[in-house]
């Protein structure tokens, strides 16, 4: 257990719609990551905050976006969703700094339909 | 840019085989290397890491060198076990950013 965490563990929605992912950093943990895994294009970075700024942006589309509150929590938002979107969401954490190792959540399967 | 190239999968050994996957990687500067592994149903879990030049990661038997020269961060594992099942991963972080870069993954299945 990375003591990350991530709800929901499934989601199915229809193409069109708007879905909410949030995780949990660890306990301590000022960043939360964002990544998106599919078959075709592997592991990609979406989006990074830390400490409720946002640090780094990766190849997040317009339709999604994303926020991290007071309590650390992160939300990653997806709307006019596409049945491309179908893919396995993960969050991690780290402490914080430049050089630092994360700790993925379980993550959310997302499939659109 | 940054990027890591990983061999292609999957890789099928037979339990207490040798294992090697291949790790090559493009980065400016000294960038830190790391594996991680995912099991199946589950998220990515750290499996070791090495953050400058001739450094050596190790955890669970596994070993990987940063060698500078080749740019290479090879994972190996001298005998293997079923419960090795998983895919595995290469990152890394360039020093001047805090963004991984990742492999696109090699699935290993040991037999018994």
């Known amino acids: 257990d990375s003591g990350v965490t991530q709800t929901p563990k499934h989601l199915i929605t229809a193409t069109g719609q708007r879905v909410t992912l949030r995780c949990s950093p660890r306990?301590?943990?000022?960043?939360v990551y964002w990544y998106q895994q599919s078959l075709d294009q592997g592991l990609q970075f979406l989006i990074q905050?830390?400490?409720?700024?946002?640090?780094a942006k990766g190849n997040i589309l317009e339709r999604f976006s994303a926020q991290q509150f007071p309590d650390l929590h992160s939300e990653l938002n997806l709307s006019s969703l596409e049945l491309g979107d179908s893919a396995l969401y993960f969050c991690?954490?780290?402490?914080?700094?430049?050089?630092?190792?994360?700790?993925f959540g379980p993550g959310t399967r997302l499939t659109v339909l | 840019g940054n990027s890591v190239t990983q061999m292609e999968g999957p890789v099928t050994l037979s339990e207490e085989a040798f294992l090697t996957i291949n790790c090559t990687y493009t980065?400016?500067?000294?960038?830190?290397l790391f594996w991680y592994v995912q099991y199946p149903g589950e998220g990515l879990q750290l499996l070791l890491k090495?953050?400058?030049?001739?450094d050596k990661g190790s955890n669970k038997g596994f070993e990987a060198t940063y060698r500078k020269e080749t740019t290479s961060f090879h994972l190996e594992k001298g005998s293997v076990q079923v419960s090795d099942s998983a895919v595995y991963f290469c990152?890394?972080?360039?020093?001047?950013?805090?963004?991984?870069?990742f492999g696109t993954g090699t699935s290993l299945t040991v037999i018994p």
């Open positions: 905050y830390y400490n409720g700024e946002e640090r």
């Open positions: 980065a400016t500067g000294y960038p830190s």
């Open positions: 306990s301590g943990d000022l960043s």
């Open positions: 991690a954490s780290a402490s914080g700094g430049a050089v630092d190792t994360q700790y």
């Open positions: 990152a890394l972080i360039p020093w001047t950013g805090n963004q991984f870069y």
């Open positions: 090495a953050t400058k030049a001739d």
